[in-house]
């Protein structure tokens, strides 16, 4: 199933579920023989629902509340549905108001409800039945023809969204002109080499519907040679493009009497993403600063009576490269002698809230890359450097979906950069939204912090100690 097919049925769910929620809110405000609906009333509701219908085809369009693009998330759907709903109920109500319609708010009440819990369930059951088609074996088989990055990142990119209907069943490896199968794939059980003219035979017998070619060179004769004998055997052939690492930014597909261009865009916002985002900043900051008073002064006075002070500054990288004096809570994070009080406030990331003021400040934005330390952006490389062409924020895509300052910066980078693609005054509210909702899973299941392993100089003294894996993401770069 592609995703425009995916995307059309359930926007088609959706207008469906708008109908029977307009009825049933009718029903709950006028009771099941809708007695006190007259003529006048009835043709008002039937102006709102139309209304809303248009409205949320509109929406279908222009904003991601599929549920499924940039992979699978439930907190994702719930903040893109809350939100969509929220502006779907404020234009309806805005509007009744303005042409002097009125309609039962009530019965709105319970329709805008409705629609969110229905769209939700919708949603759900969408992904429900497209797992049960994985189990029962109704998908296509892939393998892909690669070993590198990118490579990996396919496979990680493929089983994130369920609704391409695919699964990585194996991996060729060119080597010297054949092609070897890792351990636990098509072929074998260990891997073992295979000629290239036999590599269709054992595609055709293990049946793989199709090949990704995802290899930084595809012009050579036995790649050639294998693509036009898949084509030939009824396998679809797809293609990573060269020298297009993912994430690099946006392209655009041109074709020149049948010879295909890539045109791809500079990375960065535009001057009214950058202007949105700063009103952003300014007025939810200041509301969630003022807000987080009640909390933050009584954790300051504790901090400040036991540890002498209560605020600490630390430097960091910022928009360019640019260092910052970043304020958080007195809080050491290594795992040695901290109290349970501290690693609560460090699990539910209270240490953070100081950085509104830095938001105000115009050095941070609410959402965006995490910062770090000039030690370890020192260590970028070309491809991760992208993530300072923005503010660094309080939260970002990386953070909600699990990663912290404990994790490499090239697992964090990948999510970094395609929140760089998909940047928006939408995008932010809803990562915002998914923020609360990792924090309050967080709370509910506390991770241990005995493995927690500090990264970066602080000011206590740490010194930044590299992970393996980190290392050896960056081993073969420039």
């Known amino acids: 199933m592609s995703q425009r097919n995916l995307r059309l049925r359930v926007l088609i769910a959706d207008l469906l579920w708008s109908f029977a929620a307009m009825g049933i809110a009718v029903t709950l405000r006028y009771g099941p023989y809708w007695s006190g609906v007259d003529a006048d009333a009835a043709s008002q509701l039937f102006h709102f629902l139309a209304a809303a219908i248009f409205i949320w085809a509109l929406f279908s369009f222009v904003v991601p509340i599929d549920g499924f693009r940039g992979g699978w998330r439930v907190s994702a759907v719930v903040s893109q549905l809350l939100l969509a709903v929220s502006a779907l109920m404020l234009i309806l109500l805005s509007g009744g108001y303005l042409v002097r319609s009125y309609v039962s708010r009530l019965a709105l009440v319970h329709f805008g409800v409705l629609l969110f819990a229905g769209f939700v369930v919708l949603r759900v059951s969408f992904y429900v039945l497209l797992r049960a088609r994985f189990r029962n ?119 020149l009497d049948g010879l295909p261009l890539l045109q791809l865009a500079a990375p960065g916002l535009s001057f009214p993403a950058v202007l949105g985002k700063r009103v952003l900043d300014l007025v939810l900051g200041a509301l969630l600063l003022l807000g987080s008073l009640p909390v933050l002064v009584p954790l300051a006075l504790i901090l400040h009576f036991s540890k002498g002070r209560a605020l600490r500054w630390e430097m960091r990288c910022g928009l360019h490269g640019k260092e910052f004096a970043m304020l958080r809570l007195n809080i050491d994070r290594t795992p ?143």
């Open 137 to 255: 074996g109704g998908v296509r088989r892939v393998v892909i023809v690669g070993s590198g990055p990118m490579a990996r990142e396919l496979v990680r990119k493929v089983d994130r969204h369920p609704e391409m209907l695919c699964r990585v069943v194996g991996l060729l490896a060119p080597d010297d002109g054949s092609f070897s199968l890792p351990a636990g794939t098509v072929a074998a059980n260990s891997p073992r080499p295979t000629s290239t003219l036999e590599v269709v035979d054992l595609l055709l017998d293990q049946g793989i519907d199709e090949v990704i070619l995802a290899l930084d060179e595809c012009s050579s004769p036995d790649l050639l040679n294998l693509t036009a004998r898949c084509r030939a055997a009824g396998i679809k052939v797809s293609l990573v493009p060269q020298f297009c690492e993912l994430y690099l930014s946006r392209f655009h597909l041109h074709d």
């Open 336 to 478: 040695y002698n901290k109290s349970s009080f501290e690693r609560v406030l460090r699990d539910l990331s209270l240490t953070e809230l100081p950085q509104l003021w830095n938001v105000l400040r115009g050095e941070m934005s609410l959402v965006g890359p995490r910062p770090e330390s000039r030690d370890r952006v020192w260590r970028y490389s070309e491809w991760q450097q992208q993530r300072l062409s923005v503010k660094p924020g309080m939260t970002g895509l990386a953070q909600v979906q699990g990663l912290r300052e404990q994790h490499s910066s090239e697992d964090k980078t990948r999510f970094d950069l395609q929140y760089l693609l998909n940047c928006s005054l939408w995008t932010d509210l809803s990562l915002l939204l998914q923020t609360l909702w990792t924090l309050a899973t967080r709370s509910c299941a506390r991770s241990d912090s005995a493995d927690y392993v500090p990264l970066e100089p602080y000011v206590d003294g740490v010194v930044h100690v590299p992970m393996q894996e980190e290392v050896l993401e960056h081993v073969n770069r420039s």
